[in-house]
């Protein structure tokens, strides 16, 4: 888009006139150009946000652009945002708009003011990021034309207000970005955040969706019912129904002066919150709140699986977050009191992200023994039984994670219930294999890892194979923590839908791990397999359908009511990333997502753990 949005010259008059009634210009006499030409239409905040996403005025110098301000924010991106109080027609062009000083601003909510800078499109996290931009002025030149104005009154965000459908498709010919589209805020919910960026706007009284987090931040949504759960999430089921619903809010008052409140899912957060819209980074369209609610605490309680059965194995998964001895005590004993009191102490629980024994200290220390006897002793200290363990040491630096930390899946297993088939235990780069043993299927290596030179596992977890008896039965049981997300397009990218890039290496493991448990099921085809851990990755995706292919195993997650389906909260969203699959002869059995994390401000692991129980 070209200055052809301008303002034709016949409506000049009454442009100055408003600016005049509403006190934004000194003396008449100053307009506002684009090109400094003096019979230059003036410049108004919708004309520098346009009708598109990318500003129509991109790299121009602008002049005596005026507003009341909004919102001051004195810490990280430094600014303010400022007002048109005289809006055009247009629902698709915002009148609010960002203005970055660097340093604290000199002006405060109410203050008339007349700004001159450059038009900046800032794309948060960088264009490689994906992330859509945000409009600015920069390097201004600020005069305060006068003090204790009204605000515009706040744009009221509903759940009527909010479209349904959540983007466009991408232009094909931009490379799937929506930049160039023209906004249509009545049609789709990111095309009308966009249409009120750096806009006055304000929430209701709105349910909690994303706990308050360590950066101070939490997640509302505006629509109650859209794809709701019992505990107050709203569940991410498919990539085209991202909830629309979903807003983040932070505070412009910094903390020191007044602590953000806590809160859980499910709480509320009451009255009204009412501040600019911005566009961030991590999370993007964010009301930055000038007055925030009060959070209603809704008592979300930690869930409690039931005990197994005497007859039943439980099989446990849970990703305790870089655990190792250079962690306190209490986060040791804090995770061995969810084993013992909510997972009710399963007989195998394999663990992701154990650390080395000294953590992020990058000495090439690869064993995990002290680790994994800390978290053993603290189980035992809080009531449980005494597990035994097996894992496989990783190369030094080469399964990601932490740097330092050499991550890894470790087995813990109560041998009062359940014995360990040692078989040969492999190394780092020695794969296991499936041999055939009086008819009946068995590891090479037990435990060992499943195809660790496979180059989908490069920096990235390999799969930790182990053979189990419970009552005379094997169990073949495969721990697993699939790639992250990292390099991800988020929700809210310019292209759409966004580039995932990292299902890439997911998919290849999937596949490697499907591989193994087919050749398991090809010497035995009623073996017992249970594959489990942090997939990384939603029950609907590829890297899902991958492990699932030829009905080689089935995803137990799917067994539950689809408003049940999560382990983590991600920007509001309730979604799976842990999983556990089992193979076709396991076909009873009761699943369990035990919510004690992923809802929770006060987090032990930012994952909640699986489990299941069967009759082998």
């Known amino acids: 888009m070209t200055s052809s949005h301008l303002p034709k010259p016949a409506a000049v008059p009454a442009v100055i006139a408003l600016a005049l009634a509403a006190g934004l210009l000194a003396g008449g006499t100053a307009t506002a150009t684009a090109d400094g030409g003096a019979d230059a239409a003036p410049v108004r905040i919708h004309d520098i946000?346009?009708?598109?996403?990318?500003?129509?005025?991109?790299?121009?110098?602008?002049?005596?652009?005026?507003?009341?301000?909004?919102?001051?924010?004195?810490?990280?991106?430094?600014?303010?945002?400022?007002?048109?109080?005289?809006?055009?027609?247009?629902?698709?062009?915002?009148?609010?708009?960002?203005?970055?000083?660097?340093?604290?601003?000199?002006?405060a909510v109410g203050d008339a003011v007349e700004v001159s800078g450059t038009v900046t499109e800032y794309v948060p996290g960088g264009a490689g990021s994906g992330n859509q931009s945000l409009t600015q002025l920069t390097k201004p030149a600020v005069t305060v034309v006068s003090s204790g104005n009204a605000v515009p009154e706040a744009v009221a965000v509903t759940s009527r207000s909010v479209p349904d459908r959540y983007t466009p498709d991408g232009d094909p010919a931009a490379g799937g970005s929506v930049n160039a589209l023209p906004l249509r805020p009545r049609r789709y919910a990111l095309d009308y955040y966009e249409s009120l960026e750096g806009v006055n706007v304000k929430v209701g009284a709105s349910r909690v969706v994303g706990a308050t987090d360590p950066y101070h931040e939490l997640w509302v949504t505006v629509k109650p019912d859209e794809n709701d759960n019992r505990r107050g999430g709203t569940v991410y089921g498919s990539y085209r129904d991202q909830n629309t619903?979903?807003?983040?809010?932070?505070?412009?008052?910094?903390?020191?002066?007044?602590?953000?409140?806590?809160?859980?899912?499910?709480?509320?957060?009451?009255?009204?919150?009412?501040?600019?819209?911005d566009f961030n980074q991590f999370g993007g369209y964010t009301l930055a709140a000038r007055t925030l609610g009060a959070v209603q605490d809704r008592g979300l309680q930690r869930e409690v699986t039931r005990k197994q059965r005497t007859g039943e194995l439980a099989v446990a998964t849970y990703n305790v977050e870089n655990l190792d001895p250079t962690d306190p005590q209490e986060k040791f004993d804090a995770l061995a009191k969810a084993v013992v009191a909510n997972l009710s102490s399963p007989d195998i629980l394999a663990l992701e992200e154990i650390q080395d024994d000294n953590g992020a200290k990058n000495d090439g220390?690869?064993?995990?023994?002290?680790?994994?006897?800390?978290?053993?002793?603290?189980?035992?200290?809080?009531?449980?039984?005494?597990?035994?363990?097996?894992?496989?040491?990783?190369?030094?630096?080469?399964?990601?994670?932490?740097?330092?930390?050499?991550?890894?899946?470790?087995?813990?297993?109560?041998?009062?219930?359940?014995?360990?088939?040692?078989?040969?235990?492999?190394?780092?780069?020695?794969?296991?294999?499936?041999?055939?043993?009086?008819?009946?299927?068995?590891?090479?290596?037990?435990?060992?890892?499943?195809?660790?030179?496979?180059?989908?596992?490069?920096?990235?977890?390999?799969?930790?194979?182990?053979?189990?008896?419970?009552?005379?039965?094997?169990?073949?049981?495969?721990?697993?923590?699939f790639g992250s997300k990292g390099g991800d397009e988020s929700l809210v990218s310019h292209r759409q839908p966004p580039n995932r890039s990292s299902e890439v290496k997911r998919l290849a493991q999937a596949q490697a791990v499907n591989a193994f448990v087919k050749d398991v099921l090809a010497v035995q085809r009623s073996a017992d397999?249970?594959?489990?851990?942090?997939?990384?990755?939603?029950?609907?995706s590829a890297t899902t359908r991958a492990l699932t292919d030829g009905r080689a195993l089935r995803a137990a997650v799917t067994s539950l009511p689809r408003s049940e389906r999560y382990s983590y909260v991600y920007q509001g969203n309730s979604q799976v990333l842990d999983q556990i699959l089992t193979s076709p002869s396991i076909r009873d059995f009761d699943y369990d997502s035990v919510h004690i994390n992923a809802e929770f401000a006060a987090q032990d692991s930012d994952h909640d753990p699986q489990v299941l129980r069967f009759r082998p």
């Open 49 to 107: 946000q346009g009708a598109t996403r990318i500003s129509p005025l991109n790299g121009q110098q602008v002049t005596g652009v005026t507003g009341i301000v909004t919102g001051v924010r004195t810490y990280g991106s430094r600014g303010f945002w400022f007002q048109d109080p005289s809006p055009d027609a247009d629902p698709a062009t915002s009148e609010g708009l960002f203005v970055f000083t660097s340093s604290v601003p000199k002006v």
């Open 245 to 277: 619903g979903r807003l983040q809010i932070q505070s412009l008052v910094p903390v020191a002066e007044q602590p953000f409140p806590k809160a859980n899912v499910g709480d509320r957060l009451t009255g009204t919150t009412e501040g600019p819209l």
């Open 365 to 481: 220390t690869v064993t995990a023994g002290e680790t994994v006897r800390r978290f053993t002793e603290a189980v035992k200290a809080a009531g449980g039984p005494a597990y035994d363990w097996r894992s496989v040491d990783p190369v030094d630096g080469a399964d990601g994670g932490e740097p330092g930390g050499n991550i890894r899946q470790v087995f813990l297993f109560n041998p009062a219930r359940v014995s360990f088939t040692d078989r040969g235990a492999g190394d780092a780069t020695t794969a296991t294999g499936v041999v055939r043993e009086r008819g009946r299927a068995a590891l090479t290596h037990s435990p060992g890892r499943i195809d660790p030179a496979n180059s989908a596992w490069e920096a990235s977890r390999k799969p930790l194979a182990g053979e189990f008896a419970f009552r005379g039965r094997t169990v073949f049981v495969i721990a697993n923590h």
């Open 529 to 540: 397999v249970v594959v489990l851990g942090d997939i990384n990755d939603f029950e609907f």
